[in-house]
């Protein structure tokens, strides 16, 4: 294996990209990255990506705030234990607001930590290798290969009719 | 099949509204009909319930201008066929005066303006015609753009395919359509508030809680959407594809059935928590009585457990919700544990200092009897617009 480079297919056309990541896997070389300018269906179905993870970091976060949101209040009213107008100082009925409340702001901390994480975020390297077309009007696929394959690599992504720029490492 | 052709599907309604009936009158002519009429009342207000709030489903994705639904709307639609026998079993309600109206006999401090029978019957009989003529009329507009020129030679269908004429004008008729939804759904708001106030909250005429009417017509939304749920999976499993249901109407269903399962859950927890706070002897004896006092405490967490808690963590996940046959079980089971909510509520007033629970065998028989309505009426409206049962986009509007 000589020195790896890396390839950038451009496409301007969704279902293009699409066939073009889909048909990488038929090839030898390997599929790097895809940078799309839209949310799109069709590139994920392409990619054949696993079911998400970040629901599960969602509901640990919305327990963990269920719960922190009656200790809380729990807390706090022991710490200032006056008994108003007869009620009990530790009450559940008006704590409930307290920890739905915290069960929403904690679900959505860790929706945010899940999607950091799962996606790999903050990736500062990842820029390197990055066209600014794909914040415009253009799908990205990038795939690697040998240096000596390139030529057919180049040639594979303008048959799938996009226009290729190259990443030497 | 859902059709009156379907021998024994009729004879197994014809079964259940007889043995409701003779429960009924059994339970009536014997030593307790005030349990014979306690019943009847939690019937009547539940199975009406299920209809207003089976065809709000429809007037809403009008008003929204929803395409998701789909046939769903279809589904909907059918649940207007028990407005006539849930009016009639309100008539009925008559004869029991003496026993669901605790108050007749009560000192009411200057209450009896409004508490007297005789303007309760004519109040209420007239929010109800005015809700079900809206009901009716909505309907009618709304099936004139999914049943033209299909007549089946039912009676009720041929009457109202000569009504409707053959080329409807679509844009007369959406703006029709839009204008008695608007009014269906706010009629809706006010009858079963009213409905909710004098036949439910004011069994217990010392105790008020003002929101209690929205509560009511959150519950009957919840209800309804629950009757949509089981008349869609009944229907999607004995005739399949043909109905143009898919696993996505039955997702976003009971993606909304959960959220009327919480918003339910929240109009109780708005009303606690006011009255915790206020803490007055007149409010919270109602509270009390019904969740901290036996026999009634059981039942509430009972309640609390089958209509809210069950349902949440298990409409939580996907899957399920695209199972019509579980969908269908669910929603069973949470439409009986709003029986036992109604019980909850009307039961304390109405067996007042009662020892054990107002409950036995003899509610399961006339419940049935309701049951068997239903399923007639439902399938009555089946076989005169047969449409309903196969999908075919409405007319759009040009």
Known sequence: MGPECQVMGLFT????????VQALEETPWQ???????????????????????VGYFTLVGGIIGFFSGFALAMFTAAKWSLIVGGKPVIALVPFVIVGFEFTILFAVFGNVIGLLIQGGLPDFKGMEIYDPRCSGDHFGVLAACPEIEKGQLINYFKEKGGVTRVFES | MLSLKNKRLV???????????????????????????????????LWSAIAQGGLLFSVIMHLTKAK?????????EVFAAFFPISFALFLILFLGKAHVFPWQHMDLHGKEVWLNVPFLFFRDGVALLILYGLGFTYLFYALQLKAIGAATGGRLRSFLDQKMGINPDVTRIHQRMSIFSVLYALAFAGVLSLIGYDLVMALDPHWISTLFGAY????????????????????????????????????????LFFAFCLLWADFFYVQLVVIWYGNIPEETAYVIERTMVPPWNFLAWVVFIVA???????????????????MMVLSAVILVGIWLEHLLLVGPALSHGSRSLPLGLWDGLITLGFLGLMIFAVVYFLDEFPELKRFQPAVEKR
């Open chain 2, 216 to 255: 009511q017509f959150v519950k009957a939304f919840y209800v309804g959407l629950g009757g949509m749920i089981i008349l869609a999976s009944a229907l999607y499993l004995t005739q399949g594809d043909s109905t143009g249901l898919t696993t996505t109407h039955f997702h976003n269903l009971g993606k």
């Open chain 1, 31 to 53: 599929l790097k990255q895809v940078h799309s300018p839209i949310p799109s269906h069709k590139l994920s179905e392409a990619l054949n990506l696993k079911k998400s993870k």
């Open chain 2, 11 to 45: 004879i197994l309604g014809i079964a259940l509204i007889a043995i409701g009936f003779l429960a009924f009158i059994i339970q009536v002519a014997g030593s307790h009909p005030e349990r014979a009429w306690q019943a009847y009342l939690i019937n009547f207000l």
């Open chain 1, 13 to 20: 056309d969704e279902e293009r990209a699409a066939s073009a």
């Open chain 2, 308 to 326: 809210f808690v069950l349902p949440f963590f298990i409409l939580l996940n996907k899957n399920v919700k695209t199972k019509p046959k579980f």
């Open chain 2, 68 to 76: 998701w639904c789909g046939p769903l709307t279809n589904v909907s």
